[in-house]
């Protein structure tokens, strides 16, 4: 079946460092990805996808490559702030059961961002 | 635009004790509707989905159960609740066939 496999955290960091939370996969078919982030005490918010080989997702200084030759799609940020503390979560949507998807989560790596 | 709510967002209740968590989303019809639950240090693990109302399907076998009575109201119900069963609980909404799920705030469930 298919599986997400990410960094164990926790990350701890100091503010304007450069992040990597590295992610790789397992899938029966071509699927695409996801970061999502879950801020303390919240649901998870979807930060960033891509949807095929070598498709780059970004947004809030947050970017991910799709990497079908090394089943990776790994997180970074040139430089993390306090407010970018939280649990990051890969994710990968695979078609199940018909025209229905189903996302398969890693574990989470908490990060924390010091001042 | 589409929202999602659940509610309560916070639960404390013995153990042997009924249980009924309520999610709704606005603003979409005949979205995918998830529940997952999320326990202490742990990832998330699907436990239901309905495609439709009345049309649930379980991934994991449980005391728990859900129901999809109304297009966009998703409900997780437990006749007699278990310590195990505390945890963070999530509800999600996806269009049908899109791939992208978006997540409610959770509910915090501490069984004792």
């Known amino acids: 079946g298919d599986s997400v496999t990410q960094m164990e955290g926790p990350v701890t960091l100091s503010e304007e460092a450069f992040l990597t939370i590295n992610c790789t996969y397992t899938a029966t078919g071509y699927p695409s990805l996801f970061w999502y982030v879950q801020y303390p005490g919240e649901g998870l918010q979807l930060l960033l996808k891509?949807?095929?080989?070598?498709d780059k997702g970004s947004n809030k200084g947050f970017e991910a490559t799709y990497r079908k030759e090394t089943t990776s799609f790994h997180l970074e940020k040139g430089s993390v702030q306090v407010s970018d503390s939280a649990v990051y979560f890969c994710a990968l949507s695979d078609r199940w059961g018909g025209s229905n998807y189903k996302l398969t989560f890693g574990k989470g790596t908490l990060l924390t961002v010091n001042p | 635009s589409q929202t999602i709510h659940q509610w309560p967002a916070t639960l404390v209740q013995p153990v042997g004790s009924p249980l009924s968590l309520e999610c709704t989303v606005e603003g979409t019809s005949n979205p995918n509707l998830y529940w997952y639950r999320q326990a202490a240090g742990r990832g998330l693990q699907l436990l239901f989905y309905?495609?439709?109302?009345?049309?649930i399907s379980s991934e994991v076998p449980q005391n728990l159960s859900a129901s999809r009575p109304q297009d966009r109201q998703f409900i997780l119900s437990s006749k007699k609740l278990l310590l195990s069963d505390s945890g963070f609980y999530l509800c999600a909404w996806e269009l049908a066939a899109s791939y992208e799920q978006y997540f409610g705030p959770g509910t915090r469930l501490t069984v004792t």
């Open positions: 891509a949807t095929k080989a070598d």
């Open positions: 309905s495609v439709g109302i009345g049309q």
